[in-house]
């Protein structure tokens, strides 16, 4: 083998050379890193919102739209005394009707943004037993409590929403009572309101869905006999957690896009680096036929090319880690129906370095056949 | 044992270019001595070069067998015939082709890494090699910072230093001035005489082909003896 410090320092040859394989390593890895990052990010939040706990009574026919969905106000009542197995505290059974209704919400300064709002009873801190209230107080009439991060997915400062700031709701206008928390889940990105209140403003005479949590989720089944012998009612049967799982299935597109812009800037960018490495390894063809006369195998010249290029390409995704933890963890991103945090953990670290580790040695191949395949005799020659 | 060190008989060579096949080298018998200091001349495109690269196993003849150092080349693999390279022959090129990144010390050091052999022992033997081409004060320079022809003289010491019986030099004057040529032509003939080196070496220069023991005219893929 040849030394690693021949390696190292042809590296040095040429600084703006290096230069540019390492920060296209880094750019590609920074990419695969933020796409790993917003589909773990997506696919977290999203199955975390949904409790397999939780069962959701919608309107039959309305199963991809809860919005949409119309449920006769008595369900939650009936479905109260029908349904064994429903959780209970302190006799209160853990039943929520809600209307989930979006509509523009306008702000003090004039602004408008179009914001997921459920309007609930209290009984829905039963059904959400991970939800808190974290800053003031579940909302009365005329009031709405806000999600921590609805303020990211809205597009409007943190200000705007916090304690005791008036919304309008189609001309109404609604004090923010309370500020929750729901880790990890699109709840964090609504807005609650008082379930009147929002009959009101949305026009129904129905609800949007019965969501009902179990104490065991394999009591799904008696929640689904109910459904089907009361047919007066209409209502279809989904555990919330395969609702959630539905919407991941909705945003797989979005997420494959995520993937084919990263492989499209990537692959311009492994070309760009290719042709560096082109540069930097096309030159020494002389130097590798006269390292093979003195005894050296290709399989030895190629390793040590494959050394060279994988340590520029492992620094640019070291780099690339680096830039990651501080300008991409923590940040949320907003999407059509809630927000979510990006993480940059050990599933997206491992993804960089092994992206790093690949483009070092798919980089070096082209160049390292072009430099190494001609018979010895002829690169011994060659310009 | 056999006395020569080379043993070349009925060796062809031939080679397509484009629709055409050329043959440089065409039913050449050649003996070198043990120890001999062999010069090759020709006009340009004689296939002197071609007979080196065969000598020192970087090509292989069309036809013909080729014994060196009591080895017939014809039955090595390709990575059999790079390890025996290795322990058997010494290349000296003209343009020297030492890694620029790597000092004096490091270049002459390379043939050795392939070999099993202590660090202690590795310095060693380098530093004994560069005080015998008489850069044992340069050993921490790297090749930009040397002369021409203290260039050749690592490249010579690289040569050198695995202890190969058989040197080839391509034209190993043909890049320096006339005092370092001779410098580097004496050191040759040190070789050859003092260390038992066989020594073939290519040349266009008769004053460089006068520090061999012999010299052979290549024409037209022939070898004639020089008058």
Known sequence: MLPFSYAVRNLFRSRSRLLQTVGGSALVVLLVMASVAINTGMTRVLSASGSPHNVIFIGAGSEESVQ?????????????????GISEKLGVRAVSSEIHYMNHL??????????????????ALRVYPDLHVIEGTFPKAGEVMVGRLAWRKLGVPAEALKLGVRVKLDGQSLTVSGIF??????????????????RVLSKRETVSCVVVRLDDPAGFPDAELFAKQRLDLELSTLRESDYYFRLTQFFQP????????????????????????????????????????????????????????????????????????LLLDGVTVPFSIGAFTLEVGPEVAITGIFTGLLLGVIGTLPPAYRCLSPPLTVALRSA | MNDNMIQCTGVSKSYRRGST????????????????????????????????????????????????AGNELARFSRRELTKWRSQHVGYIFQLYHLVPVLSAFEN???????????????????????????????????????????EQRVAIARALVAAPPL?????????????????????????????????????????????????????????????
């Open chain 2, 108 to 150: 002459v050091e390379l043939p050795l890494l392939l070999s099993p052999m202590s660090k202690k022992e590795r310095h060693e033997r380098v530093k004994s090699v560069l005080d015998l081409v008489g850069l044992g004060d340069r050993i921490h320079h790297t090749p930009s910072e040397l002369s021409g022809g203290q």
């Open chain 1, 106 to 123: 306008e702000f003090a300064d004039g602004s408008r943004a179009q914001a997921l709002l459920r309007g609930v009873t209290p009984q």
């Open chain 1, 181 to 198: 928390a729901a880790p990890g889940t699109v709840l964090e990105s609504e807005i609650w309101g008082v379930l009147g209140d929002l």
């Open chain 2, 167 to 227: 040197l080839v030099a391509d034209e190993p004057t043909g890049d320096l001035d006339r005092e370092s040529a001779r410098k580097i032509l004496d050191l040759l003939r040190q070789l050859s005489r003092e260390h038992g080196k066989t020594i073939v070496m290519v040349t266009h220069d008769p004053r460089a082909a006068e520090a061999a023991d012999r010299t052979l005219h290549l024409e037209k893929g022939q070898l004639l003896e020089a008058a």
């Open chain 1, 68 to 84: 949409r969905s119309e449920v006769p106000d008595s369900s939650a009542e009936i479905a109260q005394a029908s349904i064994p």
């Open chain 2, 21 to 68: 096949t050329v043959t440089p080298l065409e039913k050449l018998d050649l003996s070198v001595r043990r120890g001999e200091f062999l010069a090759l001349m020709g006009p340009s495109g004689s296939g002197k070069t071609t007979l080196l690269n065969l000598l020192s196993g970087i090509d292989s003849p069309t036809e013909g067998s080729l014994v060196i």
């Open chain 1, 254 to 325: 979005l997420r494959v896009m995520t993937w084919i812009t990263a492989g499209l800037i990537a692959a311009g960018a492994v070309l760009g680096g290719i042709n560096t490495l082109y540069a930097a390894i096309a030159p020494r063809v002389k130097e590798m036929a006269a390292l093979q006369a003195i005894g050296y195998g290709r399989g030895a010249l190629l390793a040590s090319l494959m050394q060279e290029s994988i340590l520029a390409c492992l620094t640019g995704a070291l780099l690339a880690s680096v830039v990651a933890v």
